[in-house]
């Protein structure tokens, strides 16, 4: 079936470690997304990716990193700038048109920072 | 940037109701989309509607641009309705790929 695979689900770390997570997707969908989530609250833009080899930084970069080598792959990796990285860690593609497309989500990474 | 306000922040229903729920937003925009959130956290596209109305089953939605807001409604609401709605916009000074959310209306329907 087609859709977003995002791993690890959980995953915990210890201050000073970095951490990437998987995003997957087999949609042909050209957009990647990652969106942080916070308890009670809305999604916020990490990174997005137009095209392979290309990303730009959303409202929260600092802290984070990212990398699109293959049209299918978006990793996340969450460095040890991060000040506060506990947060649930959402991926998302789209077709890429004029405007933003019709975003597909993946099920998530929820990140424990111990 | 673009404020998006979704109200009420809390609905609580019992099964069988119907209700609205609101976003407004402070901009003209070019793109709008409503999600569901389930309890485990996936996130379902519901409507891409920049204007006009959809429907879909028990769901339907509405967006007014040039008001600058939109209503979701749920007729009929079952236990799987629950979950956290949120709308999204991109702002048309926005560049591409920048979708603001709003904080989500929480919706819980009882049996």
């Known amino acids: 079936d087609g859709g977003i695979t995002q791993s690890p689900k959980y995953l915990f770390r210890k201050e000073g470690q970095n951490v990437t997570l998987s995003c997957e997707q087999n949609?042909?969908?050209?957009?990647m997304y990652w969106y942080r989530q916070d308890p009670g609250q809305g999604l916020r833009l990490i990174y997005y990716?137009?095209?392979?080899?290309?990303?730009q930084k959303g409202d929260i970069a600092e802290g984070y990193s990212v990398s699109r080598e293959k049209k299918e792959s978006f990793p996340l990796t969450v460095t040890s700038a991060q000040k506060n990285p506990t947060a649930f860690y959402l991926c998302?593609?789209?077709?890429?048109?004029?405007?933003?497309?019709?975003?597909?989500f993946g099920e998530g990474s929820r990140l424990t920072v111990l | 940037g673009i404020q998006v306000e979704q109200s009420p922040p809390d609905l609580i229903l019992q099964e069988g109701a119907n209700s609205t729920l609101r976003c407004n937003f402070s901009?003209?925009?070019?793109?709008l989309q409503w999600f569901h959130q389930n309890p485990w956290g996936q996130l379902i596209n519901l409507f891409y509607?920049?204007?006009g109305t959809k429907q879909n089953g028990r769901l339907s939605a509405t967006t007014v641009a040039t008001e600058r807001y939109s209503l979701l409604y749920i007729s009929s609401s079952q236990t799987t309705d629950s979950g956290v709605y949120f709308c999204?916009?991109?702002?048309?000074?926005?560049?591409?790929?920048?979708?603001?959310f709003g904080a989500g209306t929480q919706v819980v329907v009882t049996p």
């Open positions: 901009d003209s925009v070019n793109n």
């Open positions: 999204a916009v991109e702002a048309s000074t926005d560049s591409w790929g920048k979708l603001q």
């Open positions: 998302a593609s789209s077709i890429r048109t004029t405007y933003t497309g019709e975003l597909f």
């Open positions: 509607i920049p204007s």
């Open positions: 949609l042909n969908h050209d957009a």
């Open positions: 990716s137009q095209i392979v080899n290309d990303f």
